[in-house]
């Protein structure tokens, strides 16, 4: 895995590629701000109408009974919690709260939940669990590394998937290897594959190269982009 895939994902889009790339990523975002909206009313709203409500009968003395009394109370600490697993489930979905431990813990900590959630070896590795970036860049690779590994499950019947971290020069490289049934089409410059072109948009964006090597064994992805490493003081 030390050898860096070819440069075929690196191939700019055209005008009409862009334009599409720019709509289909225009209607995620408008989904995903949709899918929060909705989380915020289904399940945030109801469980603090839910509180106000045992709040009010508490307030008017509904329940003399002190055995009673404890119960509902139980059962609004019991909505407090689920409150604040949605907070925190909003939270992690607009920024992980695990890159706070930094971006290797962060990586390890992603092989470690897809290998638990789809019963495929996914297996982290890194010369130097030092390595650090800014907060920007970090969660660039980790997003992209949830993609890689959500179209693994989709497409690529893997049953093994390797994760490596390295520094390569002035850039860092972060590669996602599975032993699955490839990609064939991937050559193909009019590839409709919205996860691939929004990876590389990603990527871009950061300056850096999205790589694919492809086959019948399976399919590397490496992402390189410029290695600035994470100052004192730096989000």
Known sequence: ????????????????????????????????????????????????????????????????????????????????????????????DLRP??????????LEWQARDFSRANGVTCIFHTEDDRLELDDRHAT??????????????????ADKVEIGLRRDGENLVLTVADNGVGMPKVRNRKIKSYGLAGIRERIGMLGGEFRIKTGDTGTTLAFVIPYREKTAGTA
């Open 1 to 92: 895995m030390n050898r860096l895939p070819e440069k075929t994902g690196a191939t700019p889009v055209d005008g009409d590629e862009l334009r599409e790339l720019i709509s289909h990523q225009e209607k995620i975002r408008e989904n995903e701000r949709k899918r929060i909206a909705r989380e915020i009313h289904d399940e945030l709203g109801q469980h603090l109408l839910a509180l106000r409500i045992e709040i009010s009968l508490l307030k008017q003395d509904i329940c003399n009974d002190a055995g009673a009394r404890a119960k509902r109370i139980d059962e609004i600490l019991a909505h407090i919690d689920l409150t604040v697993k949605s907070v925190r489930s909003l939270i992690n």
């Open 97 to 106: 709260a695990v890159l706070d431990l930094g971006l290797v813990a962060s």
């Open 140 to 157: 660039v690779l980790f997003r992209v590394l949830q993609e890689a590994l959500t179209n693994v499950v989709k497409h690529a019947k």
